[in-house]
DNA sequence: AGCGTGACAAGGT
DNA sequence: GACCTTGCCACGC
């Protein structure tokens, strides 16, 4: 797959992630097809301006961490746009994978409570 | 071609 | 938790 075509793909992935979830570069590397390329996808995020129609802001790294610098104002963005979606973050930039991973089992919240 | 660097990941100390 | 190492890919010099 050429470049153009990963860069679509990648984008296309980022678009899918549902309001009030959060992927890992990770896991949208391997939806896109690119298994391997979690680098890729954040270059590609970083290529877009911030105000780009992606939801660039619902990638994070593999264990649920923030990838900006703590405090950076990227950082502060990121948390900003995810709070005001429902995401609940950790004043050290960290979201429950388990509460609001895109692909993940069901909680045993959800389980027990729907 | 070689090497450093980065919005990464996984495993270990 | 904070680091460190190894593996990985894409760029730029």
Request: aromatic share 6%; net charge positive.
């Amino acid at each position: 797959m050429h470049a153009a075509a990963a860069i679509a793909a990648i984008l296309d992935t980022v678009r899918k992630i549902p309001a009030g979830r959060v992927s890992s570069y990770g896991e949208v590397a391997a939806r896109a097809g690119l298994k391997g390329r979690a680098r890729m996808v954040g270059r590609v995020l970083g290529m877009a301006p911030q105000d780009h129609p992606v939801p660039w802001y619902r990638v994070l790294k593999a264990d649920g961490r923030i990838a900006f610098p703590l405090g950076s104002d990227a950082y502060k963005e990121q948390v900003r746009r995810l709070r005001k979606e429902g995401v609940t973050v950790s004043k050290t930039g960290r979201v429950d994978l388990a509460a609001h991973g895109w692909s993940r089992e069901q909680s045993l919240d959800e389980l027990l409570w729907g």
